[in-house]
T-cell receptor
Framework: KAGVTQTPRYLIKTRGQQVTLSCSPISGHRSVSWYQQTPGQGLQFLFEYFSETQRNKGNFPGRFSGRQFSNSRSEMNVSTLELGDSALYLC??????????????FGSGTRLTVV | DQQVKQNSPSLSVQEGRISILNCDYTNSMFDYFLWYKKYPAEGPTFLISISSIKDKNEDGRFTVFLNKSAKHLSLHIVPSQPGDSAVYFCAASARSSGSARQLTFGSGTQLTVLP
């Protein structure tokens, strides 16, 4: 069974630009969560989408947004990029229900570098 | 407020010895706990988990212990191998909004197993 696919793997952008990252979850999974990983900060929760609706949101500015499509694929957008946005962005896929979800399957991430 | 804490950012252990990674939590609603392992430039991979109704779960060289009264869990790796060198994240799960489960991660511990 195919895993979680994130594209692109690497990205270099200039301050002020905007960027879109993509995540395709495991087939049958309806929930996609996004995390930001920076050195020493662990995994910071950005938001979660379930059935095309944002269900949970972390403590990030409005420059960070996302959406989910009817096939459960998700995109994350960051506008007006800042140097501090340089990080590994991870997508995690799950069924999205209380009784069936005890963990996530992660993609390999997109390494974003802002220069 | 960090609900899941890994107070040791790094740990070095000799090959063949025991590695003990610790994790503390504050939210009493957490009822499922997981450990993830992460290599550089890859997404975290699930390692082992434990339900709050148990105090120990074992899988090969990996054992997780849960002390609910102390709100503390630990991961034991015996014997440690150089391939175990990675960042280990502790995560906790509880029902969140709607019928969802959401994972809260600690900041990670870098384990280095010395040959």
């Amino acid at each position: 069974k195919a895993g979680v696919t994130q594209t692109p793997r690497y990205l270099i952008k200039t301050r002020g630009q905007q960027v879109t990252l993509s995540c395709s979850p495991i087939s049958g999974h309806r929930s996609v969560s996004w995390y930001q990983q920076t050195p020493g900060q662990g995994l910071q929760f950005l938001f979660e989408y379930f059935s095309e609706t944002q269900r949970n949101k972390g403590n990030f500015p409005g420059r960070f947004s996302g959406r989910q499509f009817s096939n459960s694929r998700s995109e994350m957008n960051v506008s007006t990029l800042e140097l501090g946005d340089s990080a590994l962005y991870l997508c995690a896929s799950s069924f999205g229900t209380y009784s069936r979800d005890y963990g996530y399957t992660f993609g390999s991430g997109t390494r974003l570098t802002v220069v | 407020d960090q609900q899941v804490k890994q107070n040791s950012p790094s740990l070095s252990v000799q090959e063949g010895r025991i590695s003990i990674l610790n994790c503390d939590y504050t939210n009493s609603m957490f009822d499922y706990f997981l450990w993830y392992k992460k290599y550089p430039a890859e997404g975290p991979t699930f390692l082992i988990s434990i339900s709050s109704i148990k105090d120990k779960n074992e899988d090969g060289r990996f054992t997780v212990f849960l002390n609910k009264s102390a709100k503390h869990l630990s991961l034991h790796i015996v014997p440690s191998q150089p391939g175990d060198s990675a960042v280990y994240f502790c995560a906790a799960s509880a029902r969140s909004s709607g019928s969802a489960r959401q994972l809260t991660f600690g900041s990670g511990t870098q384990l280095t197993v010395l040959p």
